[in-house]
């Protein structure tokens, strides 16, 4: 059964570096990609990004000069890292994971989810 | 991107109800469609993917349907579990882009 585990800085002031790591116990970790996904206060989910094991990203274009994802393979962590944050990025931010393809079970499904972290921006 | 709309917006229904939620795409994406239910302070959960399959453990009361564009939730007899948000999901092209959610209150 895997388990994604998530932490980091809850507390930034605008124009600070947003830094969050996810660790994925259990199951394998290469074979999926690993995804950000963040949801501002009342509001709906956006995805961020993702991430594979072999360091392949893909990011959202609206954040995509702001965001960088990478992967240890050697601890079965994920990071996030978003520069120049401002009031717009406070969000409780999710680690997921996602299966890159369609099958009898899955489809581009995140089947599996950190349990957030709640990211305020404050002057 | 890809646009997703969900509607409605929020719903009220009764326990024992049935509801439908719909939610379209701005474009064609096949059946790569899934639905998530979230609760308030927890991380959304999958219970329906490629559009229409049943995810392993969710209840048979919810089933999905649609392709294409248009693409519909349904839940056959509300439980009092139910009552939550409910969001859909393309996985057809990055980025997976959300609908804004349908809030299923009582």
């Known amino acids: 059964q895997v388990q994604l585990q998530q932490w980091g800085a809850g507390l930034l002031r605008p124009s600070e570096t947003l830094s969050l790591t996810c660790a994925v116990y259990?199951?394998?970790?290469?074979?999926?990609?690993w995804t950000w996904i963040r949801q501002p206060p009342g509001k709906g989910l956006e995805w961020i990004g993702q991430?594979?094991?072999?360091?392949?990203?893909n990011y959202n274009p609206s954040l995509e000069s702001r965001v960088f994802l990478s992967v240890d393979t050697s601890s079965n962590q994920i990071s996030l890292k978003l520069r120049s944050v401002t009031a717009a990025d406070a969000a409780v931010y999710f680690c997921?994971?996602?299966?890159?393809?369609?099958?009898?079970?899955?489809?581009?499904?995140?089947?599996?989810w950190g349990q957030g972290t709640t990211v305020t921006v404050s002057s | 991107d890809i646009q997703m709309t969900q509607s409605p917006s929020s719903l009220s229904a009764s326990v024992g109800d049935r509801v439908t939620i719909s939610c379209r795409a701005s474009?064609?994406?096949?059946?790569?469609l899934n639905w998530y239910q979230q609760k308030s302070g927890r991380a959304p959960e999958v219970l329906i993917y490629?559009?229409?399959s049943l995810q392993s453990g969710v209840p048979s009361r919810f089933s999905g349907s649609g392709s294409g564009t248009d693409f519909t939730l349904s839940i056959s007899s509300l439980q009092p579990e139910d009552f939550a948000t409910y969001y859909c999901?393309?996985?057809?092209?990055?980025?997976?882009?959300f609908g804004q959610g349908t809030k299923l209150e009582i």
């Open positions: 991430i594979n094991h072999r360091g392949h990203t």
């Open positions: 259990g199951g394998s970790f290469s074979g999926y990609f």
């Open positions: 999901q393309q996985g057809y092209r990055t980025p997976y882009t």
């Open positions: 474009q064609s994406i096949s059946n790569y």
């Open positions: 490629g559009a229409s």
């Open positions: 997921a994971r996602v299966t890159p393809f369609c099958s009898s079970t899955t489809c581009y499904t995140a089947d599996a």
